[in-house]
């Protein structure tokens, strides 16, 4: 079963980058048809869907993020990313990386999350 | 406010059945596409409890089931048990948005 693990800094600066990478056991990030996705969750609201890379590296990203979204994947340490630009306390968030296995539409296996807080 | 409409909270006896509710419009349920329903315990990651509409993954008990119809889609679960109290999250594919959506997330009191 494969298994996901979010790592990154607890706490960013506004107008910094927020950097997490998903660290990926149990499978190869490089399987054909494994959509790797990024989905957060403001404190006490819902789930907020952020983007995926397919594992062939092709992207597809909310249209509100992506001027400040970069996902990306790293097949010889089998992990993959997720940068993002000029933060702000809007940003502030658990982000779970998960994997949707055939389809970009359903998340099958979600990483724990990690608290990502945006404050100076 | 989230594209897919969920009632806040929903509560049921040890039992019981209880139904939330997942209601969209023409360019997300209504378009035919499916919808997925998420379990998030309290302070743990959601897990999926029902895919494509009425499936349930391998472990998923046969008390939770999916229904949809028109613009709305619906999450039963029969023979409620304490240990299902949690936030329940609908989602679908929104073709004007063009990304994936959630609902807004269903409180589940077991009472």
């Known amino acids: 079963q494969v298994q996901l693990q979010e790592s990154g800094p607890g706490l960013v600066k506004p107008a910094q980058t927020l950097s997490l990478t998903c660290t990926v056991s149990g499978g190869s990030i490089s399987s054909g048809g494994y959509y790797w996705s990024w989905i957060r969750q403001h404190p006490g609201k819902g789930l907020e869907w952020i983007g995926y890379i397919y594992y062939s590296g092709s992207t597809y990203y909310k249209p509100s993020l992506k001027r400040r979204l970069t996902i990306s994947i790293d097949t010889f340490k089998n992990q993959f990313s997720l940068k993002l630009t000029s933060v702000t306390a809007a940003d502030t968030a658990v982000y779970y990386c998960?994997?949707?296995?055939?389809?970009?539409?359903?998340?099958?296996?979600w990483g724990q999350g990690t608290l990502v807080t945006v404050s100076s | 406010q989230s594209v897919l409409t969920q009632p806040p909270s929903v509560s049921g006896a040890p039992g019981q059945r209880v139904a939330i509710s997942c209601t969209g419009s023409?360019?997300?349920?209504?378009?035919?596409?499916?919808v997925h329903w998420y379990q998030q315990l309290p302070g743990t990651a959601p897990k999926l409890v029902i895919y494509?509409?009425?499936n349930r993954p391998s472990g998923v008990p046969d008390r939770f089931s999916g229904s949809k119809s028109g613009t709305s889609a619906s999450l039963a679960i029969t023979g409620l048990q304490a240990e299902d109290e949690a936030d329940y999250y609908c989602q679908s594919y929104d073709s004007s948005l063009s990304f994936v959506v959630f609902g807004g997330g269903t409180k589940l009191t077991v009472l």
């Open positions: 023409s360019s997300n349920i209504g378009a035919t596409y499916d």
């Open positions: 494509n509409n009425n």
């Open positions: 998960g994997l949707g296995v055939d389809t970009s539409m359903i998340t099958h296996f």
